[in-house]
């Protein structure tokens, strides 16, 4: 048996004679004494129990260079065994909110999703469903719920459809909160509604100059009111957008959450993140208030501070586990307003990145997306590989103009991921 590549060992100085060990393939994580670790850094057999848990938690392996191509062949191998078809439907580009900072701004509009896209939508994913596909939706905007006349008629059908076919159908939608009333939810849950994801973005002062209605007003309020209105009928998965100036106060908002009353243990997950470029590249004020690279340092330090107060007050949050872009799953679709299929939300509205339309089916996207970069003798070789599968492409298009490359994560993983470890073991900062 071999130690494999894809490791990383950290002290324990609060239990001298230990360490922790990190397999970032299956993001098991373990402790075992220094002397133990020491015989098996230098060649020296374990014992049958120790090497049965070893090998079941992937610190152990056959044979490392199989390992190794089996990591190269991941999405191959995930693509071809998958079940399940999901899809961002943009339902519309317009909003009842006027956040400064809103990616979509430079093609957003007062455009919604026509009828007859709708019915071809519901078409091609009834035709997946017909072979053997659970459809898992995620309804999107602008403001997903300013077309619940919409939405209802599409999850309507589709849940007959998936009747039909025998499959599972299911969604979510992503709402900034203000129209998420209790008789909405109630309506929406026997049709497949599971979870809604909305924002409150830190507290009131803060949440009401980065997301106002478009009248200027203030939403925090409304929204406040409204999640704890709906929370104990539905899943709510709750982020914030955070800029280098104000993530310190973020932690206020989870106050005034459990104050309100919602009991965190009823949240799927809360998990704020840095204010980011819009689609056009272009930013929000002050561009160094906001991230566009995952190296800042401004920006690790946020994730660990806001990661730590919220653990800390009981919330759920992301926990620790293998990542990649949605770009590398092919069952995985962006639909735009108007049909076009996209292969993250963050290219909608750049036809040069559009990958498809409801109407002809998808094109190859490989070279344009460039589906092998992370394909390479470095990233193969990098521990934390299964943690980035070569990162973001908008980020590294932000970077060079061009996905031309990795959005290497190996700096804010060196800073950050000891850390994150201690926290999804309760062992503090």
């Keep these: 048996m071999q130690i494999t590549r894809y490791l990383k060992t950290y002290p324990r100085p609060d239990k001298p004679g230990r360490v922790i060990l990190l397999a970032t393939r299956r993001c098991a994580v373990l402790e075992l004494s220094t002397g133990l670790w ?12 120790e090497q049965e848990t070893l090998c079941r938690l992937g610190v ?3 044979d ?78 602008g403001e997903a719920l300013l077309r619940l006349d919409l939405l209802r008629s599409i999850a309507t059908q589709l849940k007959a459809a998936a009747k039909r076919h025998g499959v599972g159908f299911s969604f979510n939608i992503f709402s900034n909160g203000v129209l998420l009333t209790r008789a909405t939810v109630a309506e ?20 009401n100059a980065q997301r106002p209605f478009v009248s200027g007003r203030g939403s925090f309020d409304t929204i406040m009111h409204n999640l704890v209105a709906v929370h104990d009928l539905v899943g709510l998965s709750i982020g914030g957008n955070y800029t280098r100036d104000n993530y310190r106060r973020f932690p206020e908002m989870l106050d005034l959450l459990l104050a309100a009353g919602i009991d965190p243990a009823r949240l799927h997950n809360v998990a704020f993140a840095p204010v980011m470029p819009k689609a056009d590249g272009s930013g929000m004020g ?20 806001l990661r730590d107060e919220t653990l800390r007050r009981g919330f759920p949050t992301d926990r620790l586990g293998p990542s990649a872009c949605m770009i590398e799953f092919e069952q995985d679709w962006v639909v735009g307003h108007d049909g076009a299929i996209y292969k993250c ?32 003798e470095e990233c193969l070789e990098c521990a934390y590989l299964p943690l980035c599968f070569g990162g973001c492409r908008f980020f590294r298009r932000l970077k060079s103009g061009a996905i031309d490359g990795v959005d290497c994560r190996r700096i804010m993983l060196d800073a950050a991921l000891e850390r994150i470890v201690r926290q999804d073991l309760g062992l503090g900062p």
């Design 188 to 207: 929406l849950l026997p049709l497949g509604l599971k979870t809604i994801r909305t924002t409150l973005d830190g507290p009131p002062e803060i949440h």
């Design 38 to 49: 020491e015989r098996l850094s230098s060649g020296g057999e374990p014992t049958p129990q």
């Design 345 to 376: 939300p963050v290219f909608m509205g750049d036809k040069r990145m559009q990958v498809g339309s409801l109407s002809e089916g998808l094109s190859d996207y490989r070279q344009s997306h460039n589906l092998d970069l992370w394909k390479n």
């Design 64 to 141: 490392r260079d199989v390992e190794r191509e089996e990591l190269r062949t991941t999405f191959d191998t995930l693509n071809r065994s998958s079940r399940r078809l999901e899809v961002t439907a943009v339902l519309t580009l317009a909003c009842n909110l006027a956040c400064p900072y809103c990616f979509e701004e430079p093609f957003r509009g007062p455009v919604s999703m026509s009828p007859e896209t709708a019915g071809l939508l519901v078409q091609r994913l009834s035709e997946q469903m017909a072979q053997g596909l659970d459809i898992l939706v995620d309804f999107y905007g």
């Design 286 to 305: 002050d561009h160094a208030a906001t991230c566009a690279c995952s190296a800042e340092a401004w920006a690790i330090e946020a994730n660990l501070f």
């Design 60 to 62: 152990l392996v056959a």
